[in-house]
């Protein structure tokens, strides 16, 4: 009954998260629970904040889930995962995948930069949020494809913090769902400019720094839809593709600077922009997922998080794809 525990949880991490979650033993696993989880509500806030992303898991296996990811939410800094001191600038991190990645990188020590295009509302609360945890977060609103925009923005970081240490590439725009012959090349070209254009941008302004210093993590959150080759999505999956290609060449180019570039690619992982999606579209997709059920934004925040750790220095030029193997490489 508790397989998924035993498959996704070491021995180590059970022993010494011990103290906090007791015995896993029979009965009412919930229940044993005492130690509060995040926030303030103990375990059970936290498996409703997980329920929110559309899991499917019933029962004791869904206590098992709830268990597992609050024990690797609660036990980062017991595994030796920090980044403190370091300065992360998370582009597009109001909400979804973006958000879980700034929460996370913020819980582990790194000072965050959290990045918004107009929603000042939702980029104050991620910021509100962080820091009534205890961590360091800044919010600079702005174009992330926009040359001025990022000086603008990159001046007021440096102002407060000094230069960037780790970027992460997630601000992402509509993805027009189309047929070839349905396309306008002003689509196409929208998602160059979000997907290669800002990346390019971006590390231009900020590569200097993260030379002086001789180390520099830069983490692009692409698609599995590259890999899957996606039809009546070519604009998206093509820009997606060339994203890819950039960070293997700046991978090799950068490598000898300390500097490491590497992509996180996720599957589908309903956020708040997927609220519109039909249930049965996503009935349909889970069921293609070998794992049984549905990721997590807390999943792709931990693939970004060892990416941009000291301890992930000799990986560069990879994409780790989040997905719960649909696609294998």
């Not at 103290?19 to 009412?28: E, S």
């Not at 702005?142 to 997630?170: F, K, P």
């Not at 009546?232 to 300390?258: C, H, I, P």
Request: aromatic fraction near 8%; hydrophobic fraction near 45%.
């Amino acid at each position: 009954m508790f397989s998924f525990l035993r498959q996704g949880i070491s021995q180590e991490i059970v022993r010494i998260s011990g103290h906090c979650l007791g015995w896993f033993g029979a009965g009412d696993v919930l229940a044993d629970i005492r130690t509060p989880g995040p926030g303030s509500g103990g375990v059970r806030a936290w498996s409703q904040d997980s329920a929110a992303t559309g899991a499917s898991a019933t029962g004791l296996d869904a206590a098992a889930a709830v268990i597992y990811e609050w024990v690797m939410h609660e036990t980062h800094s017991l595994v030796g995962l920090r980044l403190d001191g370091k300065v992360a600038w998370v582009t597009g991190s109001s909400r979804g995948l973006g958000k879980a990645i700034a929460v996370l990188l913020a819980k582990l020590g790194a000072k965050v930069v959290v990045n918004c295009f107009s929603n000042i509302a939702l980029g104050q609360a991620v910021v509100d949020e962080i820091t009534a945890d205890g961590g360091q977060a800044l919010l600079v609103a702005g174009d992330v494809m926009d040359a001025a925009e990022i000086q603008r923005m990159a001046e007021e970081i440096e102002a407060h913090w000094g230069g960037v240490d780790i970027l992460v590439t997630n601000a992402t725009p509509p993805q027009p769902m189309k047929w070839i012959a349905d396309y306008e090349w002003s689509e196409y070209q929208s998602m160059y400019d979000a997907f290669v254009k800002s990346p390019f941008l971006l590390a231009q302004r900020l590569l200097p720094g993260m030379k002086a210093s001789r180390w520099g993590r830069i983490v692009q959150i692409t698609s599995e839809v590259f890999h899957e080759g996606m039809p009546e999505f070519s604009a998206y999956v093509a820009a997606k593709g060339a994203q890819v290609g950039w960070s293997r060449s700046m991978a090799n180019e950068l490598a000898a600077e300390g500097i490491t570039v590497n992509c996180v690619a996720p599957g589908w992982i309903p956020v708040e922009r997927h609220e519109a999606v039909p249930q049965e579209a996503k009935d349909a997709y889970v069921k293609t997922i070998p794992v049984g059920h549905w990721g997590t934004p807390l999943d792709v925040a931990w693939a970004v998080a060892w990416f941009a750790s000291p301890q992930a220095g000799f990986l560069t030029g990879q994409t780790l794809v989040v997905n719960g193997g649909r696609t294998m490489h």
